[in-house]
């Protein structure tokens, strides 16, 4: 019931792509959904964070599409850099469940 | 800058010995997580603190253990660490408990545990 899914694992796009990762979620308690992006050797750090009273939020190059009905939500990288290589792990929260992270995506941007 | 700090970076510890790890905020949050993520892995809750009422996960070994002092600083020991132990060890802060509205958690560098 806490479970999120996550996919790809991993993802190799060119410079200048975009970049989509994709979640599922199971619990409908929940009702916050963050993306972390993490860099080898330091700790996650909040990128972008999504209700479902909304269908998208864009900060910058990033944007979460949200679709309540099928319970999945994704991440959009538009113009992906190399400095965008990292694992992104997204997450939902509610119901006064914990943060429950989905498995990760490992990016990788090629020039 | 308001930040979640963690000490030390990296700690190296034997078989069986006991280790404590150390973290503290400036951001004078209510609530302190502390998480074990090894590689290639999400991060996994341990154990967390809303202000000082302890709340253990279920599956949390007896081998950990966790002190908060007072609002600041947060420890995690580890009494007799196994080779299984060795990850990187995160702390993270939020306002309130997380589950509870779209309190952000705020996450250390983490702590590179090797066990020899």
């Known amino acids: ?111 | 800058d308001a930040m979640v700090i963690q000490n030390p970076r990296y700690q190296v510890t034997q078989f069986g010995k006991p280790v404590t790890l150390s973290c503290s905020q400036t951001l004078n949050h209510n609530v302190m997580y502390w998480y074990q993520q090894k590689s290639s892995q999400a991060p996994k809750l341990l154990f967390h603190y809303y202000d000082k009422d302890f709340n253990n996960e279920a599956d949390t070994p007896d081998n950990f253990q966790s002190r908060r002092p007072n609002t600041s600083f947060c420890f995690l020991d580890i009494r007799s660490p196994g080779l299984g132990d060795a990850a990187m060890y995160l702390c993270a802060t939020s306002r309130g408990w997380t589950g509870t509205g779209d309190n952000e958690q705020f996450f250390g560098p983490g702590t590179r545990l090797t066990v020899l």
């Open chain 1, 1 to 111: 019931q806490q479970q999120v899914k996550q996919s790809p694992q991993s993802l190799i796009v060119q410079k200048g792509g975009i970049s989509i990762i994709n979640c599922a979620y199971e619990n409908t308690a929940f009702d916050y959904f963050p993306w972390y992006q993490q860099f080898p050797g330091k700790g996650p750090a909040l990128l972008i964070a999504i209700r479902p009273d909304v269908s998208e939020k864009k900060e910058g190059r990033f944007t979460i599409s949200f679709n309540k009905s099928a319970k999945q939500f994704s991440l959009h990288i538009m113009d992906s850099q190399p400095g965008d290589s990292a694992t992104y792990f997204c997450a939902a929260t509610g119901g006064n469940e914990k943060l429950t992270f989905g498995t990760g995506t490992r990016l990788t941007i090629i020039p």
